[in-house]
């Protein structure tokens, strides 16, 4: 048993925290998350030329070959910031969908560009608003000639806008679930951005949009096996960025009882203040230490498809809650569109649906588990 | 990172199958036991004398304090040799700290910490043998929380401590051999600088012992009427009592760290496949699926929390809040199961099967869902400990005390 970061890690760690305090300064976040700017293109390309785009993608397709915990270390940092973009779902899911579905031809095409920034490939699965899961994929794609025509719509796609690409979901004339890279400047595909109390999505529309045999990626299995497998290797990664979140809003909150005086005295003081500190420990620790176990287990081979289920409802949840604790501590000035916290705010609720909510998750993890003897249709 | 507990080298593993043998063998006749609960109070005489007689067997072996020394009593090994023992025995559901109703595991650091050497040759020896039973005596009836304001009077007389006072809520049905005593050493002094610990044989003249009828099952209240105690069994010196307890009691308060496994989820599971309402069996049943879900998920933090205490004090690092954030949520997810399990049995969750030891009773669960909000210490202190070490509205954080002696 050993429960640290070895050094590598450390000095990733370290490496890009500095980073981000150079290149992404509190402010600026803040002020990117008040004018719902989720993509920066100058600093995607930064962050590609210091590899964190395909972290967890062999070196022969222009990865850095690290193990899931390596890449999980500097997601926590860029969580922490909360740094907006697609790192994750181009970076991370969408590399890992090509790697798991795609043909040697397409890994070799598309993998390096995801690897050097050059291609946003989003991945749009749900076309529901709430649902996860296969039953979630309601797009169409009708034979038609040596191709597809997809027709659908995806209502919130996470990261959409900066999209040069996107793997979308959809079903087969037999019902079967698919999945096809697209241009996201092809016929028939339009994208418009979605305000909300959220960040970063885009409802993606199908209107008959051609799609060639070449551009499936359904691996041996079927689509819906190659985004559960992907999943099973990229959610941890997508909790561990929760983590480092909940971590700055930890330090962020504990800071703010020390310095914010009231009734004479720091507010840090007052037991009831410090409930919320300590709820805020419990949802990190939680996050944090289940996330781990899940990324050792994975790096390590051991099954994990509950363990993933079960990090990704925890971190939501932590995420989502631990700032919750943080504006009974901060009050008023917490929701100011100028504090740190908001940006975090914004993203936990956005998050908190992303890839399946903790319910969808909870109920994937006890299925995982005590498999049903009914099974569902879908 | 590295979370596996079961890789043990040759060496170690060799030792595991000594250990699983060893118990095999010396666990036979208890098969129609019931184990209770770690501290609880079940009476159950036969149960107890099975425990006790386990004990002693294990500190003949000196497997119950394995890593102190020899020369106390100890086996002089390491903290892997003491990680494989005691995932051994947790597969009977027991734990090396309780194999049967003692705070020894509680009391040795303390003595191994601040004892002189002629108390840690004459008090520790026994006691790793598992000869004896010692309870903590530290709450009274107006303390409670508030340890530092102890009534409790040791005053010195020549060669002895005359004690007068009043513990309550400690102990178990069966009587005890010796009585680690938090006492006020200089009623005039200032707060926190006028403790002090006796180590108390049982059988001193004016000590008094009545059992109370607890939530829990038995506690006592100990009367103190002019017991005079040698001043040989002052530990760490007069006055000093509240440095002394805040080392040791991060023990109890979590610092220690757990490997157990929990064995009540995996009960209720196999209750859940079994019964069928209208037809249907539970397990299939959306809403007790879903309360099996944050059920394991809270079961699960739990773990990872005391593994990682584990993993701290391993490496003598201690965490800086973990020990009294284990307890709090330990409390906490024993009270929400405690409802959990009312919610899937129903009236069934409200009778005890004596089948089962009481870790895995769903009785005990309810039981022990409120019951468990304060044993060593409230919830609500709990989390004052976490926010003073968090340094939550003050300069400076305070640091976790070295959890000592193993």
């Given amino acids: 048993m050993d429960l640290k970061l ?111 920034g050059s291609a946003v490939v989003i991945p749009a699965i749900s076309d529901d608003p709430m649902q996860f899961g296969p039953r979630s994929v309601q797009t169409r794609a009708l034979k038609s000639g040596d191709g597809y025509k997809f027709t659908g719509t995806k209502r919130f796609v996470q990261d959409g806008s900066p999209a040069s ?63 559960e497998s992907a999943l099973g290797k990229a959610l941890p990664i997508l909790c561990a960025y929760k983590v480092g979140a909940c971590q700055e809003i930890f330090e962020l909150t504990n800071e703010y009882t020390r310095t914010r005086v009231v009734f004479g005295q720091p507010i840090g003081r007052f037991q009831r203040v410090q409930d919320h500190c300590v709820d805020i420990s419990i949802h990190l620790d939680g996050a944090r230490w289940t996330t781990y176990e899940t990324l050792w287990k994975l790096d390590s081979g051991i099954e994990a498809r509950a363990s993933v289920h079960q990090a990704k409802a925890v971190a939501s949840e932590a995420y989502y809650q631990s700032c919750n604790f943080s504006h009974m501590v901060f009050a008023g000035a917490g929701t100011d569109y100028k504090h740190p916290l908001m940006a975090h705010s914004v993203l936990a609720h956005s998050l908190y649906q992303y890839l399946g909510t903790p319910l969808y998750h909870k109920r994937a993890m006890v299925d995982a588990l005590y498999p049903r003897k009914l099974k569902r249709a879908g | 990172m590295d979370f596996s507990l079961q890789q043990d080298t040759p060496e170690m593993s060799a030792f595991r199958q000594e250990i699983r043998a060893w118990l095999a063998d010396n666990m036979k006749g208890g098969e129609h036991l019931r184990w209770s609960g770690n501290w609880s109070t079940r009476e159950n005489d036969e149960e107890y004398r099975f425990r006790r007689a386990l004990a002693g067997k294990l500190g003949q072996k000196r497997w119950l304090f394995p890593t102190y020394p020899v020369k106390y009593g100890g086996a002089g090994l390491t903290l892997d040799h003491q990680f ?36 840690k040759l004459e008090f520790l020896p026994p006691m790793m043998r598992g000869e004896l039973a010692v309870w903590q005596l530290l709450t009274e009836p107006q ?237 609500d202190t709990d989390r004052l400990i976490i926010a003073r070490r968090l340094g939550l509205g003050r300069p400076a954080q305070e640091t976790a005390p070295t959890t000592v002696g193993e």
Avoid at chain 1, 172 to 197: C, E, H, Q, S, W
Wanted: overall charge negative; proline content about 5%; charged content about 20%.
């Fill in chain 2, 143 to 379: 303390g409670g929380s508030d340890v530092a304001n102890c009534q409790t009077k040791a005053i010195r007389d020549g060669d002895h401590y005359v004690v007068n006072g009043q513990k309550v809520l400690v102990g178990h049905h069966l009587p005890p051999d010796y009585l680690w005593t938090f006492v006020c050493t200089n009623p005039a002094g200032k707060r926190h600088e006028n403790l002090g610990w006796l180590y108390i044989p049982a059988n001193l003249p004016g000590i008094t012992l009545q059992h109370m009828h607890l939530m829990m099952g038995i506690k006592n209240a100990v009367f103190f009427d002019n017991v005079r105690v040698p001043a040989k069994y002052l530990v760490g010196g007069e006055n000093n009592g509240w440095k002394v307890a805040n080392s040791y009691l991060e023990l109890e308060h979590g610092g220690g760290g757990s490997v157990a496994e929990q064995p009540l989820f995996k009960r209720l599971i196999e209750h859940c496949q079994k019964s069928e309402f209208d037809g249907e069996s539970l397990i299939e049943d959306q809403d007790i699926r879903d309360e099996i879900a944050d059920m394991l998920i809270d079961l699960d933090v739990q773990r990872l929390m005391g593994l990682r205490n584990f993993w701290h004090r391993y490496v003598r690092e201690p965490h800086p809040y973990g020990g009294p954030q284990f307890l709090y949520f330990q409390r906490m997810v024993r009270l929400r199961n405690s409802e959990r399990v009312q919610k899937i049995l129903g009236y069934d969750a409200l009778v005890p099967d004596n089948s089962v030891h009481e870790v895995a009773d769903f009785e005990y669960t309810v039981r022990s869902g409120p019951g468990w909000l304060h044993g060593g210490g409230t919830l």
């Fill in chain 1, 165 to 227: 690409h996107f793997i979308i979901a959809a079903r087969d004339d037999a019902g079967r679930v698919v999945l096809a890279l697209i241009d996201r400047n092809a016929p028939g595909v339009t994208m418009t951005d979605v305000n909300g109390f959220m960040i970063g999505a885009a409802e993606v529309k199908l209107d008959d949009v051609t799609v060639g045999e070449d551009a499936m990626l359904n691996g041996s299995g079927g689509g819906w096996s190659v985004v």
């Fill in chain 1, 6 to 116: 070895n050094d590598d890690q450390n000095m990733m760690k370290k490496v890009a925290a500095d980073f981000i305090k150079a290149e992404a300064p509190s402010y600026v976040i803040t002020d990117w998350y008040q004018k719902k700017q989720a993509f920066i293109p100058a600093l995607y390309k930064k962050t590609a030329e210091v590899g964190w785009l395909g972290m967890i993608i062999p070196e022969e397709f222009g990865g850095g070959g690290t193990s899931l915990m390596d890449c999980a270390v500097v997601f926590e940092e860029l969580g922490r910031a909360p740094l907006p973009g697609p790192y994750f779902a181009s970076g991370v899911l969408a590399a890992q969908l090509i790697l798991e579905g795609a043909s040697t031809e397409m890994k070799k095409a598309w993998l390096p560009k995801i690897c050097d």
């Fill in chain 2, 84 to 119: 494989v023992l005691e995932t051994e025995i947790d597969r009977y559901g027991l734990s090396l700290g309780s194999v049967f109703y003692t705070l020894a595991r509680l009391v040795a650091p303390a003595l191994m910490k601040f004892g002189t050497e002629e108390q």
